[in-house]
């Protein structure tokens, strides 16, 4: 067994733990549940969540892995010997294989999309909705894509915590902040920034429903990637100096950044172009913005391809950050546990993820009509993991750390032993047991049985 490894900085440990958060869920969800929902009046409901739901469960999760040092089953079994709750762990190991599975298929679209840009071959006027439909439906193209995408996060994965983990964190996520800037920069210059800054800023409250509400509670847990066994495993490396109420303060506050600016980036192109609606939807990313970026550029072109392959570079670094983090619960599970090598421990999650995922992608195509309840595989892995897994998942950590662990267990490891300062601890304790809980409870009922 190789020595267990830690992130060896501050800054490592908040850009590895941004890095997980910011993902797709930030560039390209993110902006489409703003587009759907109202825009501003969405914005504040969403910031309101992810203050009092994501950040506690996000501290919950860090108590967990850094008061065991451990992979997250194992963390689970330590904190709670010889009881069920072990299954709390298992359920965040298995739900970031089920997501691992079809996010890189998604991912390897980015990927594409990235080529297709560098290549000049998003310029031309075109049906981009039969472009991206025939991508997809490819029996070949999306699978070599998302093969790819599965490799280049093998190669970080391999070389450990610190010299993979977090030195990719401390070159990517500048390199993606500093992306967004040119991006914004850029923006400034189209004819619709004043009314996309508009839609963002301007709340209209007449647009708030139940639905819009819960839609928020969603977003905020599937964007700081809760109870997928991620953070849970990153907080494992942390040192015991790490200050957890900020690490999560931090982490959400530049996840949320990242998400707003780049509808910051994304909305104002959108208005420049007459006739493109702004709750475009799904199809946002990969349908309406080539065909807006070709448009909204058309007297200066290469300003046009410059704006879209930098934007989908951003798209792609933000899915590999991610699925770093997706790959990262499984391995160190069987690293630590089943006592392999971790080379050998990545090549199993890289293995097994890349069977899957290329019947994920298959499935949007030539095995379309092989379906299950309904839905072809790439739907039924997303279905499972977050309307099902994922929810449960929330809940049964709030369970864990609000009433099954001791309490003086967790202020010691919130206050580093009580080194640390802090007053809301009490909220905390309230917020993990009844508010967090609650609302994910709501959101689960709602996705699952609404009609």
């Known amino acids: 067994m190789e020595q267990r490894g830690n992130f060896t900085s501050k800054i490592g440990v908040v850009?590895?733990?941004?890095?997980?958060?910011?993902?797709?869920?930030?560039?390209?969800?993110?902006?489409?549940?703003?587009?759907?929902?109202?825009?501003?009046?969405?914005?504040?409901?969403?910031?309101?969540?992810?203050?009092?739901?994501?950040?506690?469960?996000?501290?919950?999760?860090f108590v967990i892995g850094r008061s065991t040092h451990a992979n997250t089953i194992t963390a689970y079994r330590r904190l709670a010997p010889g009881t069920w709750w072990r299954v709390g762990g298992i359920q965040g190991v298995f739900v970031s294989f089920l997501i691992f599975c079809y996010y890189i298929v998604v991912a390897g679209w980015t990927l594409h999309y990235t080529v297709a840009s560098f290549l000049n071959q998003l310029s031309a006027d075109k049906d981009y909705t039969a472009y991206f439909q025939n991508f997809v439906r490819s029996p070949w193209e999306p699978v070599v894509y998302a093969i790819l995408f599965i490799l280049m996060v093998h190669v970080i994965i391999v070389r450990g915590v610190e010299h993979g983990i977090e030195k990719f964190s401390k070159l990517m996520m500048p390199l993606l902040l500093l992306i967004i800037g040119v991006l914004m920069v850029c923006s400034f210059s189209m004819s619709g920034f004043s009314e996309g800054i508009a839609f963002l800023l301007n709340p209209d409250f007449s647009k708030v429903t139940a639905s819009v509400v819960l839609s928020a509670v969603g977003q905020a847990f599937y964007s700081l990637s809760l109870a997928m066994g991620c953070l849970c495993t990153y907080a494992s490396y942390f040192s015991s100096d790490t200050n957890l109420v900020k690490t999560a303060l931090s982490v959400s506050l530049i996840d949320t950044c990242v998400a707003?600016?780049?509808?910051?980036?994304?909305?104002?192109?959108?208005?420049?172009?007459?006739?493109?609606?702004?709750?475009?939807?799904?199809?946002?990313?990969?349908?309406?913005?080539?065909?807006?970026?070709?448009t909204a550029f058309h007297n200066v072109p290469l300003i046009g391809y410059l704006f879209s392959l930098l934007f989908y570079v951003l798209l792609m670094l933000a899915a590999l950050t991610s699925a770093i983090s997706l790959h990262e619960p499984i391995t160190a599970y069987l690293h630590e546990e089943w006592h392999l090598s971790r080379k050998r421990a990545a090549w199993i999650v890289t293995s097994g993820c890349m069977l899957l995922g290329v019947v994920c992608s298959l499935s949007m195509g030539v095995w379309n009509d092989f379906r299950i309840g309904g839905l072809c595989m790439f739907d039924l892995f997303d279905f499972v993991s977050a309307k099902i897994i994922l929810p449960l998942g929330g809940i049964l950590i709030c369970s864990f750390v609000g009433w099954k662990l001791n309490r003086q267990l967790v202020y010691d490891e919130v206050t580093n032993r009580g080194s640390l300062r802090v007053r809301l601890f009490?909220?905390?304790?309230?917020?993990?047991?009844?508010?967090?809980?609650?609302?994910?409870?709501?959101?689960?009922y709602n996705e699952l049985f609404r009609k």
Request: hydrophobic share 60%; net charge negative.
């Open 260 to 294: 707003v600016l780049c509808g910051f980036i994304i909305f104002p192109a959108v208005f420049s172009v007459p006739g493109v609606e702004a709750d475009a939807g799904p199809g946002l990313v990969f349908i309406t913005l080539p065909h807006v970026f070709n």
């Open 426 to 444: 009490g909220v905390y304790i309230f917020l993990v047991r009844w508010v967090a809980p609650l609302a994910i409870a709501v959101i689960f």
């Open 15 to 61: 850009l590895a733990t941004v890095g997980s958060a910011v993902g797709l869920g930030n560039v390209w969800r993110f902006p489409t549940e703003v587009g759907n929902n109202g825009g501003a009046a969405f914005i504040l409901i969403y910031l309101a969540c992810v203050l009092f739901i994501g950040v506690p469960v996000m501290v919950s999760e």
